[in-house]
Structure formats: structure tokens, C-alpha cells
Nanobody, 119 residues
Framework: VQLQASGGGLVQAGESLRLSCAAP????????MSWARQTPGKGRALVAT???????IYYDSVKGRFAIARGEDRNTVYLQMTRLKPEDTAVYFC??????????????WGQGTQVTVSS
């Protein structure tokens, strides 16, 4: 399953960006879609998760500034990032977890998209 991520760029502190992530429309069984970010020398860290039932979960310092939402196509999610800070600078990755046969779960990652916030 290939995830298509887009929307990164260079912005100034305080500005906003919206990232998009699309899984193939004909793929079913997705139980959650998430965004994670990674900076040089650090591991990948989850930023936000949207579960199939609609519950959203936010991690670390993005609460109140970032919002994850589903698009009209249920296999598309957006990450609306507001009041961006220089410390939000990272490569952002899209993630999907899908239930396959025998209730097993498979995890997929999209290509990263660079977000750079200048001070």
C-alpha cells in the first residue's frame, strides 16, 4: 500500500501549513492514519493519529496547534498545522495501519515531506 504525502514547505514562525496523506481509494480495512516527524539524530515520533471511529490523538507539544482530519475520501487525512514554531521543523511522515486477514495488522509509511519553520 503506497501512501502519498504532500504539503510540506518553508514558512515563518507563526504561519500555517496543511499536509495531505492519501492511501489508495480501493484499499479497505484502515484502522488508523497518523502523522509522525523526524529530525536529524532523533527517532521518528508520532504527532497525531486519527482512528477509524473518528477519535483523534495528539502527542507532545502540538496539542492545540495541530489538527488531524479526514478528507471526503475516507482514505485521505490532513494535518492542519497552525502557529508553527522553529522546533516543528522536521521531515513529516504519513502512516496507516490496516487490518488484514485473521485480524492481523499491517503498517505502512509514506515518503517524508519536509517542513521548515524559520524564526
Amino acid at each position: 500500500v503506497q501512501l502519498q504525502a504532500s504539503g510540506g514547505g518553508l514558512v515563518q514562525a507563526g504561519e500555517s501549513l496543511r499536509l495531505s496523506c492519501a492511501a489508495p481509494k480501493n484499499i479497505g480495512g484502515i484502522v488508523s492514519m497518523s502523522w509522525a516527524r523526524q529530525t536529524p539524530g532523533k527517532g521518528r515520533a508520532l504527532v497525531a493519529t486519527l482512528e477509524r471511529q473518528g477519535e483523534s490523538i495528539y502527542y507532545d507539544s502540538v496539542k492545540g496547534r495541530f489538527a488531524i482530519a479526514r478528507g471526503e475520501d475516507r482514505n485521505t487525512v490532513y494535518l492542519q498545522m497552525t502557529r508553527l514554531k522553529p522546533e516543528d521543523t522536521a521531515v513529516y511522515f504519513c502512516n496507516a495501519v490496516r487490518e488484514v486477514e485473521d485480524s492481523a495488522l499491517e503498517e505502512y509509511w509514506g515518503q517524508g515531506t519536509q517542513v521548515t519553520v524559520s524564526s
